[in-house]
């Protein structure tokens, strides 16, 4: 059977609003003069609560979600005028696996965008004013990959084996044209250092490699040289 319990001020809505079934509290509603300001969930087993709502203006402001043992698992807050403050997850044992920061609500500052405690594995990242300027993925407490977006300047992308040696590294300037382009073996041999130019579609036939600018590579321990100028070479 489902029970409700409503209250009224001149016909409208005010004050706690109660849904019942088979007398376990399911739902909670408060209301200002029929204005809907803040609603509660509740799990049907247990009845605690699962989900809260908070609203402003006739807009929500905050979020929450609690896991069965009462344990705060999701919190979305934003301030009095709509601009998001931060947005933060935990797992049923309590540990942050989100955590992303807000100002006037633009990304802003150091990210965790996600957690795995189980494998130890971390992806972060870094915003200011709105603006990506670091993405990092760790395992193990060991910094695997990371790509770095500095404002008017290079982008860089690396990555390092389970022991902190580099494995790989491209550097690109800022308009995409040109890049640098490093790999190590496992021992931190330099295999391969390409320096390249694009300065047109260079994908001439799909069975061969096609190099612009100059570098070298390494390939069954023999190394390659080559200077491509501007004009693709194969």
Partial sequence: STK?????NHGLKHGLYQHFEYDVLIREEMYDQDNLIEEKDYYAEGGTLYFQRVYENGST???KSFSENGTLIFHDKKNEYGYREFIRAWD???ILTRNETYTNGQPNGAWLNAYNPELNK???SFYEKGKLLRNSSWENDQLIAETVFPENKKTSHATWDSNGIKTYEKICDSTG???TEKQ?????????HLTTTIT???LMNPTSIIFIGSGFY?????LFVFDAGSEPSS
């Fill in 122 to 124: 971390k992806d972060s």
């Fill in 200 to 202: 047109a579609a260079v």
């Fill in 218 to 222: 390494f390939e069954n321990d023999t």
């Fill in 184 to 192: 190590w073996s496992e021992n931190g041999k330099l295999i391969s």
């Fill in 4 to 8: 409700t319990i409503t209250h009224y």
């Fill in 61 to 63: 402001v905050e979020e």
């Fill in 177 to 179: 044209t040109s890049y």
């Fill in 92 to 94: 049923e044992n309590g």
